[in-house]
């Protein structure tokens, strides 16, 4: 659990523990609580805002209520397959650019990295509290305005994906990313931070590629 605070506080102190251990599956369980909590809390807004969706497509009736608890058997499944497909390109990003490490230091790295989404997601869930369930008309006021979004917010939901995308807790996440790379590799701060960037960039195009009206 320390190395959970170390990475907000002191990251030096998680890389150097990445090296001697592997136990990435601790932040997944912490960004699998957060997700299920937040899922939880918004569930009745969410529920709402697709049924609405669904009768202006010209669908009718209520979401089945199994439907309504699939979201908590495959937001898990669906976190460990992002760590699992972000952290193999990674590893094999941080080969390209001379890293010698295993893949499994890469699932450690990107997954103590993500820590910074579970400040996020908590905040939020604080902001749907304080906004009130009935007062979420849209999934775009189920989210803390943390990045360009907050300057810019098209209705064009490819740029909105984009705008929202450049923000600061993914920003911090990338920069722990080449940090945490270059101190677990040993190669360069620069290689290491084109790495970065380069899956920074990736990361972004996949939130434009699926990116949804909201």
């Keep these: 659990m320390g190395n959970l605070i170390n990475i907000i506080i002191e990251p030096g102190k998680t890389f150097e523990y990445i090296k001697e251990k592997d136990d990435w599956w601790i932040p997944f369980l912490g960004l699998t609580v957060v997700t299920l909590i937040f899922l939880w809390v918004s569930s009745p807004a969410l529920t709402r805002i697709m049924t609405q969706k669904m009768a202006e497509m010209g669908g009718g009736g209520e979401i089945p209520k199994a439907a309504k608890y699939i979201q908590y058997v495959v937001a898990p499944i669906a976190t460990l397959l992002g760590l699992l497909l972000v952290s193999l390109i990674l590893w094999i990003l941080g080969n390209v650019f001379g890293a010698d490490w295993d893949y499994i230091k890469a699932l450690d790295l990107y997954a103590y990295a993500s820590v910074v989404q579970i400040i996020r997601s908590l905040l939020n869930t604080a902001i ?19 990045g360009l979004n907050l300057i810019f917010s098209p209705e064009n939901p490819k740029l909105y994906a984009l705008f929202s995308g450049i923000e600061v807790f993914s920003i911090w996440q990338f920069a722990l990313i080449t940090y945490g790379v270059s101190e677990i590799t040993g190669i360069s701060k620069k290689k290491a931070a084109i790495t970065s960037i380069i899956l920074y960039v990736l990361f972004l195009g996949f939130n434009v590629i699926f990116a949804r009206g909201g």
């Design 128 to 146: 749907l509290l304080v906004r009130g369930i009935p007062n979420i008309t849209t999934a775009r006021d189920m989210e803390i305005a943390t």
